[in-house]
Antibody
């Protein structure tokens, strides 16, 4: 089983860029698709997007203009950048491994990001 | 984008009872991309079912999934105390709003 761990600032100012990194252990990042999901407090899950080590990305159309994902194979990490954040972007952000056909089999514990001045 | 509507919003049942959760898509979708997750308070979601009817590794056989086209179901044959949680369906990039299964 692959383990995932999110890391990054817990507080981001409005209009700035949210940056998170997910470190993968117990397996190579060169396989599979890697995904970001978020969940505002007390609400449901929202798909942000996915990326593979070979580069293809697939972003949620509602966030596409603000999202950038990347993979660092040398560090077995993948990253999320979300620009021009507002309070509506406050959420727990999860990274996850896709087993195939968009099913998310391994998840990180989640990282709370608050957007506030 | 497809919209997934889960019903009911809350299901109040007793341990040992059968739970049937519904996930309806706004248009016909591929069963290959239909998954179900369980989420307990303060935890990350856990994959239960993928491809509409395939149990993920380690998932007890009291959990089963079915359906096709626009209508999918997750059935828990006999509720155990640890099954009381929120359940989400997912199709491609879309999640349903969730069904909370609570103790009656």
């Amino acid at each position: 089983q692959v383990q995932l761990q999110e890391s990054g600032p817990g507080l981001v100012k409005p209009s700035e860029t949210l940056s998170l990194t997910c470190t993968v252990s117990g397996g190579s990042i060169n396989n599979y698709y890697w995904t970001w999901i978020r969940q505002p407090a007390g609400k449901g899950l929202e798909y942000i997007g996915r990326i593979s080590a070979s580069g293809p990305t697939n972003y949620n159309p509602s966030l596409k203009s603000r999202v950038t994902m990347s993979v660092d194979t040398s560090k077995n990490q993948f990253s999320l950048k979300l620009s021009s954040v507002t309070a509506a972007d406050t959420a727990v952000y999860y990274c996850a491994r896709e087993a195939g056909d968009y099913a998310l089999v391994d998840w990180g514990q989640g990282s709370l990001v608050t957007v506030s001045s | 984008e497809i919209v997934l509507t889960q019903s009911p919003g809350t299901l109040s049942l007793s341990p040992g009872e059968r739970a049937t959760l519904s996930c309806r898509a706004s248009q016909s979708v591929s069963s290959s991309y239909l998954a179900w997750y369980q989420q307990k308070s303060g935890q990350a979601p856990r994959l239960l079912i993928y491809g509409a009817s395939n149990r993920a590794t380690g998932i007890p056989d009291r959990f089963s999934g079915g359906g096709s086209g626009t209508d999918f179901t997750l059935t828990i044959s006999r509720l155990e105390p640890e099954d009381f949680a929120v359940y989400y369906c997912q199709q491609y990039r879309t999640f349903g709003g969730g069904t909370k299964v609570e103790i009656k």
